[in-house]
């Protein structure tokens, strides 16, 4: 088992910046492919940014690539999502997810684990 805990979501205007954090712990020996995924209300949960299990590849939706960047820190296990330049399009609940895939899949049903969720709202 894997578990995934969000943090770092809140309220911010146009422009400014975040970091979202994704503690990971449990069976963490097998490579893991880690993905964060986004959620606005009525709408279905999309892939945001995804980094291989080796670190040494990312991948990012159109709609964030060049002011998201997500990365991990191998000591402590911990997933990071810098966002800059947020829109109030980018209002979603952000969740974290996990799969042993050697390649960073884009749809949900790929990932095994999830964490909680944490609210991003982004205001004007």
């Known amino acids: 088992q894997v578990q995934l805990v969000e943090s770092g979501g809140g309220l911010v205007r146009t422009g400014d910046s975040l970091r979202l954090s994704c503690a990971v712990s449990?069976?963490?020996?097998?490579?893991?492919?880690m993905g964060w995924f986004r959620q606005a209300p009525g709408d279905q949960r999309v892939f945001v940014a995804g980094?291989?299990?080796?670190?040494?590849?990312?991948y990012y939706a159109d709609s964030v690539k060049g002011r998201f960047s997500i990365s991990r820190d191998n000591d402590s296990g911990t997933v990071y999502l810098q966002m800059n330049s947020l829109k109030s399009e980018d209002t979603a609940v952000y969740y974290c997810?996990?799969?042993?895939?050697?390649?960073?899949?884009?749809?949900?049903?790929?990932?095994?684990?999830w964490g909680q969720g944490t609210q991003v709202t982004v205001s004007n």
């Open positions: 997810a996990a799969t042993f895939s050697l390649e960073i899949p884009l749809h949900t049903s790929a990932y095994s684990y």
């Open positions: 449990g069976r963490t020996l097998n490579p893991i492919t």
């Open positions: 980094l291989s299990y080796s670190g040494g590849m990312t």
